[in-house]
Protein backbone atom coordinates (compact mmCIF):
# COMPACT_ATOMS: atom_id res chain seq x y z
CA UNK A 1 0.00 0.00 0.00
CA UNK A 2 1.33 3.70 -1.04
CA UNK A 3 1.48 5.38 2.35
CA UNK A 4 2.49 9.18 3.03
CA UNK A 5 5.66 7.66 4.19
CA UNK A 6 6.41 6.12 0.37
CA UNK A 7 5.08 9.53 -1.08
CA UNK A 8 7.65 11.12 0.25
CA UNK A 9 10.46 8.59 0.07
CA UNK A 10 10.24 8.09 -3.50
CA UNK A 11 10.24 11.97 -4.08
CA UNK A 12 12.53 11.81 -2.11
CA UNK A 13 14.77 9.96 -4.19
CA UNK A 14 14.08 12.41 -6.98
CA UNK A 15 14.51 15.86 -5.25
CA UNK A 16 17.33 15.35 -3.10
CA UNK A 17 17.69 18.97 -2.26
CA UNK A 18 19.01 21.51 1.10
CA UNK A 19 15.26 22.30 2.44
CA UNK A 20 13.48 19.57 0.64
CA UNK A 21 11.14 17.35 1.27
CA UNK A 22 11.40 15.89 5.01
CA UNK A 23 10.65 18.72 7.25
CA UNK A 24 7.49 20.20 8.29
CA UNK A 25 8.20 22.98 6.23
CA UNK A 26 9.95 23.61 3.34
CA UNK A 27 12.67 25.73 2.51
CA UNK A 28 12.45 27.87 -0.64
CA UNK A 29 15.18 30.39 -0.20
CA UNK A 30 17.10 30.91 2.76
CA UNK A 31 14.67 32.05 5.62
CA UNK A 32 11.28 31.84 3.57
CA UNK A 33 9.43 28.37 4.55
CA UNK A 34 6.28 27.01 2.99
CA UNK A 35 4.12 24.61 3.94
CA UNK A 36 0.74 23.10 2.55
CA UNK A 37 -1.92 20.91 4.41
CA UNK A 38 -4.68 19.07 3.42
CA UNK A 39 -7.82 18.47 5.71
CA UNK A 40 -10.54 16.33 3.85
CA UNK A 41 -14.43 15.39 4.96
CA UNK A 42 -14.33 12.07 6.49
CA UNK A 43 -10.62 11.73 6.72
CA UNK A 44 -9.88 14.76 8.90
CA UNK A 45 -12.87 15.70 9.95
CA UNK A 46 -17.07 14.99 10.00
CA UNK A 47 -19.57 17.69 9.23
CA UNK A 48 -21.51 16.05 12.10
CA UNK A 49 -19.98 17.32 14.94
CA UNK A 50 -17.54 19.87 13.73
CA UNK A 51 -18.81 23.55 13.33
CA UNK A 52 -17.21 25.53 10.44
CA UNK A 53 -15.86 27.69 12.96
CA UNK A 54 -13.63 25.10 14.46
CA UNK A 55 -12.79 23.85 11.16
CA UNK A 56 -11.52 26.62 10.01
CA UNK A 57 -9.57 27.72 12.76
CA UNK A 58 -8.06 23.96 12.87
CA UNK A 59 -7.55 24.74 8.78
CA UNK A 60 -5.52 27.60 9.87
CA UNK A 61 -3.57 26.13 12.78
CA UNK A 62 -2.34 22.84 11.76
CA UNK A 63 -0.40 24.82 8.82
CA UNK A 64 0.88 27.65 11.28
CA UNK A 65 2.17 24.50 13.20
CA UNK A 66 4.11 23.60 10.21
CA UNK A 67 5.50 26.97 10.35
CA UNK A 68 6.40 26.63 14.23
CA UNK A 69 7.56 23.47 13.12
CA UNK A 70 11.17 25.07 12.08
CA UNK A 71 10.64 28.24 14.32
CA UNK A 72 9.11 30.34 11.93
CA UNK A 73 7.21 33.14 12.24
CA UNK A 74 3.65 32.73 9.54
CA UNK A 75 3.29 35.38 6.95
CA UNK A 76 0.65 34.66 4.76
CA UNK A 77 -1.87 31.97 3.32
CA UNK A 78 -3.54 30.71 0.30
CA UNK A 79 -6.65 28.71 0.94
CA UNK A 80 -8.41 26.26 -1.94
CA UNK A 81 -11.70 24.92 -1.06
CA UNK A 82 -13.47 21.99 -3.14
CA UNK A 83 -16.93 22.18 -2.36
CA UNK A 84 -19.93 19.85 -2.52
CA UNK A 85 -23.68 21.19 -2.96
CA UNK A 86 -24.46 20.76 0.25
CA UNK A 87 -22.00 22.69 2.20
CA UNK A 88 -22.31 26.19 1.09
CA UNK A 89 -24.20 27.69 4.06
CA UNK A 90 -21.31 25.60 6.30
CA UNK A 91 -18.48 27.18 4.13
CA UNK A 92 -20.01 30.71 4.46
CA UNK A 93 -19.86 30.77 8.24
CA UNK A 94 -16.17 28.87 7.58
CA UNK A 95 -14.70 31.85 5.29
CA UNK A 96 -15.13 34.26 8.15
CA UNK A 97 -14.32 32.33 10.82
CA UNK A 98 -11.39 31.62 8.61
CA UNK A 99 -10.81 35.12 7.83
CA UNK A 100 -11.15 36.14 11.38
CA UNK A 101 -8.66 33.59 12.63
CA UNK A 102 -5.72 35.01 9.64
CA UNK A 103 -6.16 37.72 11.31
CA UNK A 104 -5.75 37.00 14.72
CA UNK A 105 -2.73 35.37 13.54
CA UNK A 106 -0.79 38.02 11.93
CA UNK A 107 -1.56 36.54 8.61
CA UNK A 108 -2.59 37.44 5.63
CA UNK A 109 -5.03 35.82 3.21
CA UNK A 110 -3.17 36.34 0.00
CA UNK A 111 -4.89 34.08 -2.66
CA UNK A 112 -6.50 30.73 -3.51
CA UNK A 113 -8.83 28.48 -5.49
CA UNK A 114 -12.37 27.39 -5.43
CA UNK A 115 -14.19 24.86 -6.95
CA UNK A 116 -16.85 22.09 -7.27
CA UNK A 117 -16.72 18.90 -5.45
CA UNK A 118 -18.76 16.07 -6.65
CA UNK A 119 -19.41 14.97 -2.64
CA UNK A 120 -16.87 15.75 -0.05
CA UNK A 121 -15.57 19.04 1.58
CA UNK A 122 -11.89 19.15 0.52
CA UNK A 123 -9.70 22.09 2.24
CA UNK A 124 -6.34 23.25 1.22
CA UNK A 125 -4.07 25.20 3.21
CA UNK A 126 -0.74 26.85 1.81
CA UNK A 127 1.22 28.70 4.37
CA UNK A 128 4.36 30.49 3.97
CA UNK A 129 6.26 32.08 6.73
CA UNK A 130 10.10 33.02 7.61
CA UNK A 131 12.89 31.93 10.45
CA UNK A 132 15.84 33.91 10.81
CA UNK A 133 17.65 30.16 11.09
CA UNK A 134 14.75 26.92 10.39
CA UNK A 135 15.31 24.72 12.80
CA UNK A 136 15.52 21.21 11.32
CA UNK A 137 14.82 17.80 12.22
CA UNK A 138 17.73 16.24 10.98
CA UNK A 139 20.38 17.64 13.46
CA UNK A 140 19.21 15.87 16.58
CA UNK A 141 22.90 14.37 18.19
CA UNK A 142 23.62 11.49 20.24
CA UNK A 143 23.38 12.71 23.87
CA UNK A 144 21.16 15.33 23.84
CA UNK A 145 17.39 15.05 25.73
CA UNK A 146 14.49 14.42 23.88
CA UNK A 147 11.55 17.21 24.69
CA UNK A 148 7.87 17.79 23.97
CA UNK A 149 5.76 21.11 24.47
CA UNK A 150 2.21 20.73 24.37
CA UNK A 151 -0.68 18.04 25.81
CA UNK A 152 0.24 14.00 24.18
CA UNK A 153 -2.75 12.01 23.37
CA UNK A 154 -5.39 14.70 24.17
CA UNK A 155 -6.55 15.08 20.44
CA UNK A 156 -7.05 11.48 19.90
CA UNK A 157 -8.86 10.54 22.99
CA UNK A 158 -11.42 13.44 21.85
CA UNK A 159 -11.34 12.62 18.68
CA UNK A 160 -12.02 8.58 19.79
CA UNK A 161 -15.06 10.54 22.06
CA UNK A 162 -16.21 12.00 19.46
CA UNK A 163 -16.22 9.23 17.00
CA UNK A 164 -18.32 7.11 19.69
CA UNK A 165 -20.36 10.11 20.88
CA UNK A 166 -19.06 9.75 24.63
CA UNK A 167 -19.60 12.07 27.52
CA UNK A 168 -15.81 12.97 28.46
CA UNK A 169 -14.90 16.31 29.36
CA UNK A 170 -14.68 18.71 26.91
CA UNK A 171 -11.26 19.50 27.11
CA UNK A 172 -10.62 16.87 25.14
CA UNK A 173 -13.07 17.07 22.40
CA UNK A 174 -11.64 20.31 21.86
CA UNK A 175 -7.80 19.14 21.77
CA UNK A 176 -9.36 17.25 18.36
CA UNK A 177 -11.67 19.92 17.30
CA UNK A 178 -9.65 22.97 17.65
CA UNK A 179 -5.84 22.93 18.22
CA UNK A 180 -3.49 25.54 18.88
CA UNK A 181 -0.17 25.44 16.68
CA UNK A 182 2.94 26.27 19.83
CA UNK A 183 3.93 29.62 17.73
CA UNK A 184 4.86 31.34 20.68
CA UNK A 185 6.90 28.26 22.36
CA UNK A 186 8.62 27.78 18.58
CA UNK A 187 9.81 31.22 18.16
CA UNK A 188 10.97 31.04 21.79
CA UNK A 189 13.22 27.74 21.50
CA UNK A 190 13.86 28.74 17.87
CA UNK A 191 16.39 31.50 19.85
CA UNK A 192 18.48 29.27 22.17
CA UNK A 193 21.25 27.94 20.81
CA UNK A 194 21.05 25.07 22.75
CA UNK A 195 17.58 23.44 20.26
CA UNK A 196 19.43 21.36 18.28
CA UNK A 197 16.75 20.07 16.46
CA UNK A 198 12.61 20.38 16.18
CA UNK A 199 9.39 19.14 14.19
CA UNK A 200 5.63 19.62 15.67
CA UNK A 201 3.89 16.22 16.46
CA UNK A 202 1.35 15.74 14.21
CA UNK A 203 1.04 12.36 13.70
CA UNK A 204 1.77 11.06 17.58
CA UNK A 205 4.67 11.36 19.95
CA UNK A 206 6.09 7.58 18.74
CA UNK A 207 5.91 8.30 14.77
CA UNK A 208 7.33 11.95 15.03
CA UNK A 209 10.19 10.76 17.36
CA UNK A 210 11.59 8.03 15.30
CA UNK A 211 10.52 10.41 11.89
CA UNK A 212 13.19 12.80 13.76
CA UNK A 213 15.56 10.23 14.61
CA UNK A 214 15.65 9.03 11.13
CA UNK A 215 16.17 12.45 9.72
CA UNK A 216 19.33 12.91 11.72
CA UNK A 217 20.83 9.51 11.90
CA UNK A 218 20.09 7.98 15.26
CA UNK A 219 17.71 6.29 17.36
CA UNK A 220 16.34 7.29 21.00
CA UNK A 221 14.98 6.41 24.33
CA UNK A 222 11.73 6.89 25.52
CA UNK A 223 11.55 7.30 29.41
CA UNK A 224 8.01 5.86 29.72
CA UNK A 225 7.40 7.44 33.26
CA UNK A 226 7.90 10.51 31.99
CA UNK A 227 4.84 10.23 30.12
CA UNK A 228 2.04 10.38 32.31
CA UNK A 229 -0.76 12.50 31.85
CA UNK A 230 -3.17 13.59 34.37
CA UNK A 231 -5.73 11.30 36.54
CA UNK A 232 -8.86 12.68 34.34
CA UNK A 233 -7.29 11.56 31.04
CA UNK A 234 -6.51 8.28 32.39
CA UNK A 235 -9.92 7.52 33.53
CA UNK A 236 -11.48 9.11 30.18
CA UNK A 237 -9.41 7.16 28.54
CA UNK A 238 -10.67 3.93 30.52
CA UNK A 239 -14.44 5.32 29.59
CA UNK A 240 -13.52 4.56 26.29
CA UNK A 241 -11.51 1.46 26.66
CA UNK A 242 -8.55 2.95 25.47
CA UNK A 243 -4.83 2.24 26.86
CA UNK A 244 -3.87 5.89 28.47
CA UNK A 245 0.11 4.97 27.14
CA UNK A 246 -1.02 3.75 24.23
CA UNK A 247 -2.67 6.90 23.69
CA UNK A 248 0.04 8.99 24.38
CA UNK A 249 2.45 7.50 22.83
CA UNK A 250 0.27 7.64 19.36
CA UNK A 251 -2.39 9.74 19.12
CA UNK A 252 -2.06 11.91 16.42
CA UNK A 253 -3.33 15.42 15.87
CA UNK A 254 -1.94 17.05 19.23
CA UNK A 255 0.26 19.99 17.18
CA UNK A 256 2.88 20.09 20.21
CA UNK A 257 6.46 20.59 19.45
CA UNK A 258 9.16 17.51 19.63
CA UNK A 259 13.04 18.91 20.21
CA UNK A 260 15.83 18.07 21.22
CA UNK A 261 17.81 20.02 23.07
CA UNK A 262 21.46 19.62 24.38
CA UNK A 263 22.62 17.35 27.69
CA UNK A 264 24.04 19.79 29.78
CA UNK A 265 22.25 23.31 28.78
CA UNK A 266 18.62 21.22 29.51
CA UNK A 267 17.92 22.38 32.84
CA UNK A 268 18.97 26.23 32.02
CA UNK A 269 16.67 25.84 29.26
CA UNK A 270 13.34 24.65 31.19
CA UNK A 271 14.14 27.54 33.81
CA UNK A 272 14.18 29.64 31.48
CA UNK A 273 11.28 29.04 29.62
CA UNK A 274 7.84 30.14 30.26
CA UNK A 275 5.72 27.57 29.37
CA UNK A 276 5.93 23.49 30.37
CA UNK A 277 8.84 21.53 28.61
CA UNK A 278 8.19 17.76 29.11
CA UNK A 279 11.96 15.93 29.26
CA UNK A 280 10.42 12.90 26.78
CA UNK A 281 14.00 10.89 26.77
CA UNK A 282 17.19 11.18 25.12
CA UNK A 283 19.03 10.79 21.48
CA UNK A 284 21.17 7.21 21.70
CA UNK A 285 23.50 5.46 19.53
CA UNK A 286 21.50 3.20 17.71
CA UNK A 287 19.51 1.94 14.11
CA UNK A 288 18.64 5.20 12.12
CA UNK A 289 14.85 5.91 13.66
CA UNK A 290 14.57 3.38 16.08
CA UNK A 291 12.85 3.79 18.84
CA UNK A 292 13.48 1.75 22.34
CA UNK A 293 11.68 2.27 25.89
CA UNK A 294 13.03 2.78 29.14
CA UNK A 295 11.40 -0.64 30.14
CA UNK A 296 9.15 -3.30 28.69
CA UNK A 297 6.23 -2.16 27.76
CA UNK A 298 3.11 -4.79 26.61
CA UNK A 299 1.57 -2.82 23.96
CA UNK A 300 0.34 -3.41 20.50
CA UNK A 301 2.05 -0.25 19.04
CA UNK A 302 -0.24 0.56 15.62
CA UNK A 303 1.40 3.69 14.11
CA UNK A 304 -1.10 6.69 13.41
CA UNK A 305 -1.86 7.11 9.60
CA UNK A 306 -3.68 9.39 7.86
CA UNK A 307 -4.84 6.12 5.72
CA UNK A 308 -8.23 5.88 6.78
CA UNK A 309 -7.67 6.14 10.51
CA UNK A 310 -11.00 7.24 10.96
CA UNK B 1 -25.70 30.20 -4.82
CA UNK B 2 -22.07 30.49 -3.57
CA UNK B 3 -19.69 30.65 -6.51
CA UNK B 4 -15.95 31.11 -6.70
CA UNK B 5 -16.65 34.67 -7.85
CA UNK B 6 -18.71 35.09 -4.70
CA UNK B 7 -16.21 33.43 -2.91
CA UNK B 8 -13.46 35.55 -4.05
CA UNK B 9 -15.24 38.79 -3.38
CA UNK B 10 -16.02 37.91 0.23
CA UNK B 11 -12.39 37.30 0.87
CA UNK B 12 -11.30 40.68 -1.35
CA UNK B 13 -13.08 42.66 0.87
CA UNK B 14 -11.51 41.21 4.14
CA UNK B 15 -8.47 41.24 2.62
CA UNK B 16 -7.45 44.32 0.66
CA UNK B 17 -3.93 44.96 0.14
CA UNK B 18 -1.63 45.40 -2.73
CA UNK B 19 -0.72 41.87 -4.53
CA UNK B 20 -3.77 40.46 -2.78
CA UNK B 21 -6.33 38.06 -4.58
CA UNK B 22 -7.41 38.98 -7.39
CA UNK B 23 -4.63 38.39 -9.76
CA UNK B 24 -3.78 34.84 -11.02
CA UNK B 25 -0.89 34.67 -8.45
CA UNK B 26 -0.49 36.33 -5.41
CA UNK B 27 2.20 38.32 -4.86
CA UNK B 28 3.98 37.99 -1.41
CA UNK B 29 6.83 40.61 -1.38
CA UNK B 30 8.24 42.42 -4.50
CA UNK B 31 8.85 40.19 -6.93
CA UNK B 32 8.10 36.67 -5.39
CA UNK B 33 4.87 34.95 -7.25
CA UNK B 34 2.80 32.21 -5.46
CA UNK B 35 -0.41 30.43 -6.39
CA UNK B 36 -2.70 27.69 -6.24
CA UNK B 37 -5.02 25.11 -7.94
CA UNK B 38 -7.40 22.71 -7.10
CA UNK B 39 -7.79 19.55 -9.74
CA UNK B 40 -10.66 17.22 -8.77
CA UNK B 41 -11.86 14.08 -9.74
CA UNK B 42 -15.50 14.66 -11.38
CA UNK B 43 -15.06 18.07 -11.46
CA UNK B 44 -11.76 18.66 -13.51
CA UNK B 45 -10.83 15.38 -14.91
CA UNK B 46 -12.72 12.04 -15.14
CA UNK B 47 -9.89 8.66 -14.67
CA UNK B 48 -11.77 6.61 -17.59
CA UNK B 49 -10.33 8.87 -20.41
CA UNK B 50 -7.41 10.57 -18.32
CA UNK B 51 -4.50 8.66 -17.69
CA UNK B 52 -1.72 9.41 -15.03
CA UNK B 53 0.58 11.08 -17.13
CA UNK B 54 -1.33 13.55 -18.84
CA UNK B 55 -2.81 14.57 -15.39
CA UNK B 56 0.66 14.78 -14.10
CA UNK B 57 1.50 17.20 -17.21
CA UNK B 58 -1.77 18.99 -16.40
CA UNK B 59 -1.39 19.70 -12.91
CA UNK B 60 1.81 21.62 -13.22
CA UNK B 61 0.39 23.22 -16.42
CA UNK B 62 -2.26 25.02 -14.90
CA UNK B 63 -0.38 25.92 -12.20
CA UNK B 64 2.48 27.54 -14.45
CA UNK B 65 -0.08 29.27 -16.00
CA UNK B 66 -0.73 31.25 -13.43
CA UNK B 67 2.56 32.22 -12.96
CA UNK B 68 3.04 32.65 -16.66
CA UNK B 69 -0.11 34.99 -16.44
CA UNK B 70 1.95 37.71 -14.61
CA UNK B 71 4.52 37.09 -16.50
CA UNK B 72 6.61 35.21 -14.26
CA UNK B 73 9.73 32.45 -14.07
CA UNK B 74 8.16 29.49 -11.75
CA UNK B 75 10.72 28.37 -9.36
CA UNK B 76 9.24 25.97 -6.62
CA UNK B 77 6.09 23.54 -6.48
CA UNK B 78 4.34 21.61 -3.98
CA UNK B 79 2.07 18.89 -4.13
CA UNK B 80 -0.63 17.78 -2.15
CA UNK B 81 -2.91 14.65 -2.94
CA UNK B 82 -6.33 13.37 -1.61
CA UNK B 83 -5.73 9.77 -2.42
CA UNK B 84 -8.88 7.13 -2.56
CA UNK B 85 -7.50 3.29 -2.25
CA UNK B 86 -8.56 2.36 -5.61
CA UNK B 87 -6.22 4.94 -7.18
CA UNK B 88 -2.64 3.55 -5.91
CA UNK B 89 -1.75 2.07 -8.90
CA UNK B 90 -2.59 4.75 -10.86
CA UNK B 91 -0.90 7.53 -8.36
CA UNK B 92 2.16 5.69 -8.76
CA UNK B 93 2.52 6.82 -11.95
CA UNK B 94 1.51 10.04 -11.83
CA UNK B 95 3.84 10.21 -9.46
CA UNK B 96 6.32 9.70 -11.74
CA UNK B 97 5.08 11.58 -14.53
CA UNK B 98 4.99 14.32 -11.93
CA UNK B 99 8.82 14.51 -11.08
CA UNK B 100 9.61 13.93 -14.53
CA UNK B 101 7.27 17.02 -15.66
CA UNK B 102 9.30 19.35 -12.83
CA UNK B 103 12.15 18.39 -14.25
CA UNK B 104 11.15 19.40 -17.74
CA UNK B 105 10.02 22.82 -16.42
CA UNK B 106 12.62 23.57 -14.26
CA UNK B 107 11.23 23.96 -11.28
CA UNK B 108 11.66 21.96 -7.82
CA UNK B 109 9.15 19.77 -5.78
CA UNK B 110 9.86 20.92 -2.06
CA UNK B 111 7.29 19.68 -0.49
CA UNK B 112 3.78 18.76 0.23
CA UNK B 113 0.85 16.86 2.01
CA UNK B 114 -0.53 13.66 1.07
CA UNK B 115 -3.88 12.14 2.70
CA UNK B 116 -6.49 9.46 2.03
CA UNK B 117 -9.60 10.31 0.64
CA UNK B 118 -12.65 8.64 1.32
CA UNK B 119 -14.00 8.66 -2.37
CA UNK B 120 -12.38 11.20 -5.48
CA UNK B 121 -8.47 12.09 -6.09
CA UNK B 122 -7.74 15.17 -5.35
CA UNK B 123 -4.29 17.04 -6.23
CA UNK B 124 -3.92 20.33 -5.12
CA UNK B 125 -0.56 22.16 -6.17
CA UNK B 126 1.04 25.33 -5.20
CA UNK B 127 3.68 27.28 -7.20
CA UNK B 128 6.05 29.64 -6.19
CA UNK B 129 7.74 32.09 -9.36
CA UNK B 130 9.49 35.42 -9.63
CA UNK B 131 8.26 38.15 -12.22
CA UNK B 132 11.04 40.90 -12.43
CA UNK B 133 7.74 43.45 -12.61
CA UNK B 134 4.80 41.38 -12.20
CA UNK B 135 1.97 42.38 -14.78
CA UNK B 136 -1.57 42.71 -13.47
CA UNK B 137 -4.72 42.43 -14.84
CA UNK B 138 -5.89 45.90 -13.45
CA UNK B 139 -3.81 48.04 -15.94
CA UNK B 140 -5.53 48.08 -18.78
CA UNK B 141 -6.24 50.96 -20.29
CA UNK B 142 -8.64 52.50 -22.78
CA UNK B 143 -7.63 52.12 -26.13
CA UNK B 144 -5.64 49.23 -25.58
CA UNK B 145 -5.77 46.79 -28.18
CA UNK B 146 -7.03 43.20 -26.44
CA UNK B 147 -4.94 40.46 -27.76
CA UNK B 148 -4.65 36.44 -26.79
CA UNK B 149 -1.70 33.69 -27.13
CA UNK B 150 -3.10 30.06 -27.70
CA UNK B 151 -5.73 28.60 -29.12
CA UNK B 152 -9.58 29.36 -27.84
CA UNK B 153 -12.06 26.53 -27.56
CA UNK B 154 -9.81 23.95 -28.05
CA UNK B 155 -10.10 22.41 -24.79
CA UNK B 156 -13.73 22.78 -24.37
CA UNK B 157 -13.82 21.09 -27.26
CA UNK B 158 -11.85 18.01 -26.69
CA UNK B 159 -13.55 17.72 -23.15
CA UNK B 160 -17.23 17.76 -24.79
CA UNK B 161 -15.79 15.25 -27.51
CA UNK B 162 -13.81 12.83 -24.14
CA UNK B 163 -17.36 13.17 -22.38
CA UNK B 164 -19.69 12.15 -25.41
CA UNK B 165 -16.91 9.88 -26.62
CA UNK B 166 -17.33 11.38 -29.97
CA UNK B 167 -14.79 10.64 -32.45
CA UNK B 168 -12.73 14.30 -33.48
CA UNK B 169 -9.68 14.96 -34.57
CA UNK B 170 -7.20 14.02 -31.44
CA UNK B 171 -5.72 17.91 -31.32
CA UNK B 172 -8.88 19.32 -29.53
CA UNK B 173 -8.92 16.14 -26.72
CA UNK B 174 -5.35 16.78 -25.70
CA UNK B 175 -5.84 20.72 -25.72
CA UNK B 176 -7.52 19.36 -22.86
CA UNK B 177 -5.94 16.65 -21.21
CA UNK B 178 -2.12 17.76 -22.06
CA UNK B 179 -2.54 22.14 -22.26
CA UNK B 180 0.80 23.40 -21.99
CA UNK B 181 1.22 27.32 -20.39
CA UNK B 182 2.27 30.05 -22.89
CA UNK B 183 5.77 30.32 -20.12
CA UNK B 184 7.98 31.46 -23.13
CA UNK B 185 5.49 33.71 -24.53
CA UNK B 186 4.70 35.42 -21.53
CA UNK B 187 8.15 35.78 -20.35
CA UNK B 188 8.56 38.05 -23.67
CA UNK B 189 5.60 40.05 -22.94
CA UNK B 190 6.47 40.72 -19.87
CA UNK B 191 9.74 42.17 -21.34
CA UNK B 192 7.93 44.74 -23.08
CA UNK B 193 7.12 48.19 -22.49
CA UNK B 194 3.71 48.04 -24.32
CA UNK B 195 2.19 45.10 -22.70
CA UNK B 196 -0.27 47.24 -19.90
CA UNK B 197 -1.86 43.97 -18.26
CA UNK B 198 -2.14 40.49 -18.75
CA UNK B 199 -3.93 37.10 -17.61
CA UNK B 200 -4.48 33.66 -17.94
CA UNK B 201 -7.27 32.44 -20.24
CA UNK B 202 -8.32 29.78 -18.01
CA UNK B 203 -12.38 30.47 -17.84
CA UNK B 204 -13.03 31.27 -21.04
CA UNK B 205 -12.38 34.34 -23.30
CA UNK B 206 -15.51 36.33 -22.55
CA UNK B 207 -15.62 35.18 -18.81
CA UNK B 208 -11.71 36.26 -18.54
CA UNK B 209 -11.70 39.53 -20.50
CA UNK B 210 -14.74 40.40 -18.00
CA UNK B 211 -12.44 39.78 -14.78
CA UNK B 212 -9.65 42.18 -16.88
CA UNK B 213 -11.94 44.49 -17.55
CA UNK B 214 -13.79 44.82 -13.86
CA UNK B 215 -9.75 44.58 -12.67
CA UNK B 216 -9.09 47.67 -14.72
CA UNK B 217 -12.33 49.65 -13.76
CA UNK B 218 -12.71 49.54 -18.09
CA UNK B 219 -14.91 47.70 -20.81
CA UNK B 220 -13.99 46.33 -24.41
CA UNK B 221 -15.55 45.04 -27.22
CA UNK B 222 -14.74 41.92 -28.85
CA UNK B 223 -14.27 42.02 -32.57
CA UNK B 224 -16.35 39.15 -34.04
CA UNK B 225 -14.68 38.59 -37.00
CA UNK B 226 -11.41 37.93 -35.63
CA UNK B 227 -12.56 34.78 -33.72
CA UNK B 228 -12.71 32.52 -36.37
CA UNK B 229 -10.91 29.28 -35.93
CA UNK B 230 -9.84 26.46 -38.87
CA UNK B 231 -12.13 23.87 -40.76
CA UNK B 232 -11.62 21.15 -39.13
CA UNK B 233 -12.70 23.01 -35.29
CA UNK B 234 -16.14 24.08 -36.97
CA UNK B 235 -16.35 20.72 -38.71
CA UNK B 236 -16.20 19.06 -34.98
CA UNK B 237 -18.11 21.47 -33.38
CA UNK B 238 -20.87 19.91 -35.78
CA UNK B 239 -20.15 16.84 -34.88
CA UNK B 240 -21.11 17.73 -31.39
CA UNK B 241 -24.03 20.20 -32.10
CA UNK B 242 -21.70 22.50 -30.51
CA UNK B 243 -21.73 26.56 -32.02
CA UNK B 244 -18.14 27.35 -32.96
CA UNK B 245 -18.19 30.92 -31.73
CA UNK B 246 -19.69 29.99 -28.31
CA UNK B 247 -16.96 27.46 -28.20
CA UNK B 248 -14.48 30.06 -28.67
CA UNK B 249 -16.02 32.87 -26.41
CA UNK B 250 -17.10 30.76 -23.26
CA UNK B 251 -14.72 27.45 -23.76
CA UNK B 252 -12.79 27.62 -21.00
CA UNK B 253 -8.68 25.63 -20.13
CA UNK B 254 -7.24 26.86 -22.91
CA UNK B 255 -4.54 28.16 -20.54
CA UNK B 256 -3.63 30.56 -23.37
CA UNK B 257 -2.56 35.00 -22.02
CA UNK B 258 -4.98 37.33 -22.55
CA UNK B 259 -3.26 40.70 -22.35
CA UNK B 260 -3.47 44.48 -23.55
CA UNK B 261 -1.34 46.26 -25.41
CA UNK B 262 -0.81 50.05 -26.18
CA UNK B 263 -2.36 50.73 -29.36
CA UNK B 264 0.40 52.61 -31.12
CA UNK B 265 2.58 49.82 -30.22
CA UNK B 266 0.78 46.72 -31.28
CA UNK B 267 2.09 46.61 -34.76
CA UNK B 268 5.43 46.73 -33.88
CA UNK B 269 4.71 43.87 -30.90
CA UNK B 270 3.36 41.87 -33.21
CA UNK B 271 5.98 42.18 -35.94
CA UNK B 272 8.56 41.46 -32.88
CA UNK B 273 7.07 38.36 -31.51
CA UNK B 274 8.00 35.03 -32.69
CA UNK B 275 4.52 33.73 -31.88
CA UNK B 276 1.41 34.08 -33.01
CA UNK B 277 -0.65 37.23 -31.73
CA UNK B 278 -4.79 37.36 -32.12
CA UNK B 279 -5.87 40.69 -32.06
CA UNK B 280 -9.34 40.17 -29.73
CA UNK B 281 -10.84 43.60 -29.44
CA UNK B 282 -10.43 47.03 -27.87
CA UNK B 283 -10.27 48.76 -24.04
CA UNK B 284 -13.11 50.99 -24.45
CA UNK B 285 -15.07 53.30 -21.84
CA UNK B 286 -18.16 52.00 -20.52
CA UNK B 287 -19.06 49.54 -17.42
CA UNK B 288 -16.45 48.28 -15.38
CA UNK B 289 -16.17 44.93 -16.33
CA UNK B 290 -18.72 44.78 -19.53
CA UNK B 291 -17.46 43.07 -22.74
CA UNK B 292 -19.70 44.46 -26.28
CA UNK B 293 -19.29 42.37 -29.35
CA UNK B 294 -18.51 43.98 -33.18
CA UNK B 295 -22.04 42.89 -33.92
CA UNK B 296 -25.11 41.44 -32.81
CA UNK B 297 -24.57 37.90 -32.10
CA UNK B 298 -27.54 35.21 -31.46
CA UNK B 299 -25.97 33.48 -28.69
CA UNK B 300 -26.76 31.91 -25.54
CA UNK B 301 -23.85 32.65 -23.84
CA UNK B 302 -23.29 30.69 -20.46
CA UNK B 303 -20.47 31.63 -18.68
CA UNK B 304 -18.11 28.85 -17.82
CA UNK B 305 -18.04 27.87 -14.16
CA UNK B 306 -16.23 25.11 -12.36
CA UNK B 307 -19.48 24.54 -10.53
CA UNK B 308 -20.90 21.41 -11.94
CA UNK B 309 -19.66 22.23 -15.30
CA UNK B 310 -19.20 18.66 -16.55
New interface residues.
Given amino acids: ??N?TK??N??KQ??I?P???GDD????TGSNL?????L?????FRLKYTDAASLAHKALQVNLSDIAAMGGLPS?V??????P?NA?EY??EF?QSF?QS?HQNNV?????????????L?I?V?I?GTAHTPILRSTAKIGDIVCAVGNLGYAHLGLQALESNTDIPKEFKQAFLKPNAAIKESLWLSSQASVTAMMDISDGLLTDLKKLCFASGVAAEINIDNLKNNIIFEESCSALNLNPLEVILTGGEDYGLLFTVKNDTYQELQANANFLIKRIGKIIKGNKGEVAFSRNIDLSLKEFS????L
Same sequence: chains 1, 2.
Fill in positions: MLEIIYLNFSGGIAAIIISKDLVEDIHHLLGIALQQIDLVCELIGGDTCASPDKYSTIHFGE
